[in-house]
């Protein structure tokens, strides 16, 4: 990555919904790469956020004086994201980059902007390559709108 010149980068990835976007954007990069994972619940098993950010699996890797690259599925109301970064700088790494798949700025609820966006999209809630709704859809090969009707099937209940 040229943000990185030919630094070794630590990138840290917030599970499970960034985990097939990390994979895949793992084999595009030449760097020497460690990797680690986070896990962050922001959501009950609907589409309704729980409100804070709850830390279930923190990281193994000391990243004092690291390159940190960060990498989420999807900033919304950039609650989880920004706790994760407050996190993260309280262990010193010499630098810290956020990228994220998707980007629904329409949402924010916390000023955020991520150093790295693939796509900008509507408020609309997505699911399938990783992104989820209440764990079902993840292993979509891509990313669809998850239809309304789908939101609170009865059997789910």
């Known amino acids: 990555m040229q943000a990185y010149g030919q630094e070794e980068i630590t990138v840290i990835t917030i599970i499970n919904g960034a985990i097939l976007f990390t994979a895949d954007l793992l084999r595009q ?4 790469v460690r990797l680690d994972c986070i896990r962050i ?3 009950r098993n609907d589409t309704k956020s729980i ?3 709850q830390l279930i ?5 000391d990243i004092t004086n690291r390159h940190v690259l960060l990498i989420d599925d999807i900033l919304d109301t950039g609650k989880t994201i920004a706790m994760v970064v407050g996190m993260l700088q309280k262990l010193h790494p ?3 980059r956020t990228c994220v ?14 150093d790295f966006v693939g796509f900008e999209i509507p408020d609309k809630f997505a699911v399938g390559y990783g992104l989820d709704f209440a764990e079902r859809y993840r292993n979509l090969p891509c990313i669809g709108v998850l239809k309304p009707q789908l939101q609170n099937p009865p059997e789910w209940v």
């Open 29 to 32: 990069i030449d760097n020497p």
């Open 41 to 43: 619940s922001s959501y």
């Open 51 to 53: 409100g804070t950010p």
């Open 57 to 61: 699996h923190n990281l193994t890797l």
């Open 94 to 96: 010499a630098t810290l």
């Open 101 to 114: 798949l998707l980007d629904k700025r329409g949402r924010r609820e916390v000023p955020f902007s991520a």
